[in-house]
């Protein structure tokens, strides 16, 4: 058994969490452990303390229905652990006995994005998308600078952008921000790797590579770039 955190054992106080509650702990636990009937089996038995000769069955039936870990879907799994016979008779049998289902080890769990479409490419994880860009996910952190460090410095090499005020007679200035080459660079990966592949709807579709100019509020052809836009 391992070491459980304080938010555990508040869990473990919990008399009846109910079996949404439980269900979803389940699956979290499962999610973070190896797909095999024995390994879903004992991580079970590590998040829920409950009659522990339903798990195995339970993982045996998850095993033969998904082939591979759900990360993409886990309200899926929520779903077939709620459902599944084995889980149904764990619940009754552990309320017979007067001590119902308890959550004892919250295991928290990253998920994936899901696609459906093949064209797409798949970039569930943060640590994809910075092996995508050939950098390490520290890396990855700063140019994306989710602490907005960057709007606590007032300029030099550790700014991603370079900001111009673009004069425009009689008009409201324009303020450009510039990407630093690197950023730039990045920008392009991402525009040609994956942006470029994702089906654009019908109204976007002058932007796009090869497209035919589209019709100006007037009724003439308005002039467009056969690039996509940075």
Same mark, same amino acid.
């Given at each position: 058994m391992t070491a459980h955190s304080p938010a555990s054992a508040v869990g473990a106080r919990e008399p009846d969490p109910g079996p949404d509650a439980v269900a979803t702990a389940l699956a979290d636990a499962l999610l973070a452990a190896e797909w095999t009937v024995g390994a879903l089996a004992a991580a079970a038995g590590e998040a829920v303390d409950g009659p522990a000769r339903f798990w195995r069955p339970l993982a045996r039936g998850l095993v033969r229905v998904l082939p591979r870990? $759900? #990360?993409d879907d886990p309200r899926t799994l929520v779903a077939l652990i709620r459902r599944d016979p084995a889980f149904t008779e764990a619940v009754t049998e552990a309320r017979r006995r007067g001590r119902p289902l308890r959550i004892v080890h919250h295991v928290p769990v990253t998920q994936e994005a @899901? &696609?459906?479409d093949p064209r797409l490419l798949r970039l569930g994880t943060v640590a994809d998308v910075a092996r995508l860009l050939h950098l390490t996910v520290g890396e990855l952190d700063w140019f994306a600078d $989710?602490?907005?460090w960057n709007?606590?410095?007032e300029g030099g090499p550790l700014q991603h #952008?370079?900001?111009e005020w673009r004069a425009r007679p009689g008009r409201t200035p324009r303020l450009l921000e510039v990407p630093g080459f690197r950023l730039r660079d990045l920008h392009r990966v991402v525009l040609d790797e994956v942006l470029a592949a994702v089906p654009? #709807? =019908?109204a976007a579709h002058? &932007?796009?590579? +090869?497209?035919?100019?589209? $019709?100006?509020? =007037? +009724?003439?052809?308005?002039? @467009?770039s056969s690039s996509p836009s940075t």
């Open positions: 870990a $759900p #990360h @899901r &696609s459906t $989710p602490g907005r709007r606590r410095i #952008h370079r900001y654009l #709807h =019908d002058s &932007s796009s590579r +090869g497209a035919a100019p589209s $019709p100006a509020r =007037d +009724g003439t052809s308005a002039e @467009r």
